[in-house]
């Protein structure tokens, strides 16, 4: 079109609507109408609203919180994981964040690749003694306020391989939540992971050395 | 490349670029080359490598010059702890290690402990453990496609892959209450039949698999970004590959039709009519479309297995070796003996060394069990086609970009579990 | 597999090397010399068996010699598999490494140094391939203990917490 092309016609036309301007009532009202009932419509219309009835039409209609429990619920809903399988556990982790059982209808399927973009680690699979300070090192690089899923009964406790190969997630790392499973279902995985939503909702303090007791394990420089 | 007319400059200028400069062989030392060479790591933790996989990439320039995979971050000790346990307790050890293809485990394991204990499996039985192998199949290259996708960057096919493969779970759900690591099969046959209802559900599946695998078809195969991807990069011919071990789809792709289903059939394969999917040149595009079409194979077979199921017993009528039923402990005393001597303490089985071979989804997986003649395996060791398969990455991506090496590890299908064990 | 009569004259083919033949459910199984290892498995690639499925180590505990390596030979063309098998003591467990004319031990071989502690000669890279590179002790021997963590139940806890203090 911007070359010269088509030929374009503009028309207005007036819609013959139902609505007519005048029934369009917007109207400026300032806070201390709105406070007093302005907006109800209709024979309830209150001529002034007073002590309990004035507090309970505030609450429904205005939210108000503490700014801590409303950074805490922006925490809660918005974990990003740490893409992190180790073993079969990382295979239902996918099928969390498949099409059934769907992780992103909570906010959560964003997988990030890199520790220091992720707070949420979800330990899927087994431990190895290889692998526990490669963990570990992950683990230190994520950013305050982070969390931890223990998933599976391998890194939980050591599963059903109890033997000179694994190391329990809890021997090097603080761990929030354990699911158990081998390997949990994708609803179990799920139900872990909103009880550490629910965990984060009730704001707890946000260091892990506080949450855990362990403060003093810093290391020394 | 195509050349012709229709070619626009883009194009033109695009292929008029050569690295022939990098591609030389590298220099005599102590003559200066002006590309030096770089050591990456690519970690233990990345999301491009099938699990915890730590390849250490020499690099000149984007050209990978030599390529060292360093492995054991998931060594789990499965075998030394199934030397601890009775023979009927390893299996679900033993499933645990390639942890895709887990019935195939326990299919070798199980395979070696019958031949060991001289224990006949009823018909009924091998094609029930047929159908389930299939399936485990399907579920394995279906996990393979999506990742390896997603790797390449084709995000959404890891999520219709996903949808298959709940679908496949839950077939195994249905017929032996878990999803993964099910330990259904059981030495001498399978430990439960299938519930009624399973047949519908299984005939269903397979009606719809054939088209959605056509979908995947299509839609990387007209994705010119997967093509140019594939096509043409790190092939290996035949005959490293063998003199490197390697069986499977890699093989296959290469143009070797080897396939222990059809050499040395086990359990009843030769009872069914299914094509062996061979490559010709070898190269990434060759190794995923013989998998692609493995898939249209295993969903044939399991037809042919639901529509000839035999009827009996599902397990081997041996009470020393297999639990008699549950009704017959109240009526029978042998039955109860039994049964007690094979949960507390096991079958015992003669000494003897086996090495039992099967076709898992990523080439020959063999179990070897040696027995002294008490109730606990001497030794187990598994022969996983993965950790023989890695020794060929790097005759692989020698000389090729990064790009094409992530691809190559993703058509690999390297299961970091059976690597390690 | 070669039948109990084909393995027989294959043994006879080989000569020396060959300790015992054991047809066992159908397989055959070559115990041969452990210094002969590599002219063996030469011999037996010119008979056909060209793929090289599996190398494992075994621990023979107690009975001596204590350390075996299993070779699991191929051949596409028959579809027949033949195993040759040797046995080493801990006093001097080495063994000619075969890598370099089947490449495909390469890993396998490094796996039995790290499970079982058998040295392979003439390996180009012999580490450990599982366990760390600082491990001590070889994980697979029938004497290391399996190792693990006590598992402490609820009734147990406090009875394990003050022991240990």
Redesign the interface.
């Known amino acids: 079109m911007a070359a010269g092309g088509i030929d374009v016609e503009v028309k207005r036309e007036r819609l013959g609507s139902p609505v007519e301007p005048e029934g369009l009532r917007v109207r400026d009202l300032n806070a201390h109408q709105l406070l007093r009932g302005a907006d109800i419509e209709g024979p309830n219309r209150p001529a002034h609203l007073e002590g309990e009835e004035l507090e309970r039409y505030v609450e429904e209609r205005v939210l108000t919180t503490t700014l801590d429990s409303a950074v805490a619920w922006a925490r809660g809903n918005s974990f990003f994981p740490l893409?992190?399988?180790?073993?079969?556990c990382?295979?239902?982790q996918?099928?969390t964040?498949?099409?059934?059982m769907d992780i992103a209808r909570f906010g959560f399927e964003a997988f990030r690749?890199s520790?220091r973009q992720a707070d949420l680690i979800i330990l899927a699979?087994?431990v190895?003694?290889?692998?526990a300070p490669?963990i570990r090192r992950?683990y230190d690089q994520m950013l305050e306020p982070k969390w931890a899923i223990s998933m599976g009964a391998?890194c939980s406790?050591?599963g059903?391989?109890?033997?000179?190969?694994?190391v329990?997630a809890d021997k090097f790392m603080p761990i929030d939540v354990h699911v158990p499973g081998?390997?949990p279902?994708p609803e179990s995985l799920m139900h872990g992971i909103l009880k550490l939503r629910d965990l984060v909702l009730a704001d707890p303090p946000e260091g892990w050395r506080t949450r855990y007791a362990a403060v003093g394990t810093e290391e020394a420089p | 490349m195509s050349d012709g007319p229709g070619l626009s400059d883009y194009r033109r200028r695009e292929q008029s670029v050569t690295l022939e400069q990098l591609e030389q062989p590298l220099d005599v030392p102590g003559v200066e080359s002006s590309a030096e060479l770089l050591t990456l790591n690519f970690?233990?933790?990345?999301?491009a490598t099938h699990?915890?996989l730590r390849l250490l990439v020499t690099l000149q320039g984007e050209i990978v010059r030599d390529i060292k995979p360093v492995i054991?971050?998931?060594?789990?000790?499965?075998e030394?702890?199934a030397e601890d346990k009775s023979y009927w307790k390893v299996i679900?050890?033993v499933e645990?290690m390639d942890?895709?293809a887990y019935y195939f485990n326990a299919m070798a394991y199980v395979g070696a402990v019958e031949t060991l204990l001289e224990a006949e499996v009823p018909k009924r039985a091998q094609y029930l453990r047929i159908i389930h192998l299939e399936l485990n199949r399907i579920a394995s290259h279906l996990?393979w496609l999506?990742t390896s996708a997603l790797d390449l960057g084709a995000v959404s096919i890891?999520?219709y892959c996903?949808?298959e493969?709940?679908i496949v779970?839950d077939l195994f759900e249905m017929s032996s209450g878990q999803?993964?690591?099910t330990r259904y099969f059981q030495v001498g046959g399978v430990i439960e039949d299938i519930p009624p209802g399973f047949e519908r559900k299984v005939r269903e599946f397979c009606k719809v698999m054939p088209a959605r695998a056509d979908e995947y078809g299509a839609i990387l195969n007209a994705n010119e970004i997967v093509l140019q991807r594939l096509r043409g990069t790190c092939p290996l011919d035949a005959e490293t590959l063998l003199s490197l071990g390697v069986t499977g789809p890699l093989l296959r792709a290469a143009g070797n039709p080897w396939d222990l289903r059809k050499a040395a059939p086990y359990s009843s394969y030769e009872d069914f009519d299914f094509k062996i999917p061979v490559g010709t040149v070898g190269d990434n595009y060759d190794r995923f479309a013989v998998r692609l079409a493995e898939i249209y194979e295993s969903v044939k077979i399991v037809e042919q297995a639901l529509d000839g199921l035999p009827e009996g017993p599902y397990i081997t009528e041996d009470r020393k070796v297999a639990l008699p039923p549950r009704h017959e402990l109240a009526t029978s005393m042998e039955a109860l003996i039994h049964h007690f001597k094979l949960v507390t303490e096991g079958f015992r089985v003669p000494p003897g060394e086996i090495y039992n071979p099967i076709e898992s989804p990523r080439g020959e997986l063999a179990c070897f069990v040696r027995s002294d003649g008490s109730s606990k395996p001497a030794r187990v060791h598994m022969r996983d086609p993965s950790f023989v398969n890695l020794q060929a990455l790097s005759h692989m991506v020698k000389g090729s970009y990064i790009a094409d090496m992530i691809a190559t590890v993703a058509m690999l299908d390297p299961i970091?579990?059976g690597i390690?064990r | 597999m070669p039948d109990a009569t084909g393995l027989e004259l294959l043994a006879q083919e080989l000569g020396d090397s060959v300790l015992e033949t054991v047809y066992f459910r159908n397989r055959a199984t070559l115990e041969i010399d452990p210094e002969t290892v590599c002219s063996v498995l030469r011999g037996l690639r010119d008979r056909g068996f060209t793929l090289l499925a599996s190398v494992h180590g075994v621990d023979y505990h107690p009975s001596e010699p204590r350390l075996g390596v299993h070779y699991e030979l191929l051949d596409m063309a028959r579809v027949d598999r033949v195993t040759v098998k040797l046995r080493v003591g801990l006093d001097a467990p080495e063994v000619d490494s075969v890598t370099p004319e089947w490449p495909t031990a390469d890993h396998q071989e490094r796996e039995i140094y790290d499970m079982f502690g058998v040295v392979f000669r003439g390996h180009p890279n012999l580490r450990r391939i599982l366990?760390?590179e600082d491990y001590e002790g070889h994980?697979q021997r029938r004497d290391?203990?399996?190792?693990?963590?006590p598992?402490i139940f609820t009734r147990d806890e406090r009875k394990w917490l003050e022991a240990r203090e």
Not at chain 1, 128 to 131: E, F
Not at chain 1, 160 to 166: G, P
Not at chain 2, 43 to 47: E, L
């Open positions: 893409a992190f399988g180790l073993a079969c990382a295979m239902e996918f099928h964040a498949g099409p059934r690749a520790p699979g087994r190895s003694i290889k692998m490669i992950l391998c406790s050591m059903v391989f109890n033997n000179y190969a694994l329990p081998c390997p279902r | 970690g233990p933790h990345h999301p699990g915890v054991g971050y998931v060594h789990t000790g499965i030394k702890t679900p050890v645990r942890y895709l996990i999506g890891f999520l996903l949808r493969r709940d779970l999803r993964m690591h970091l579990g390690d | 366990m760390p994980p290391f203990p399996v190792g693990g963590e598992v």
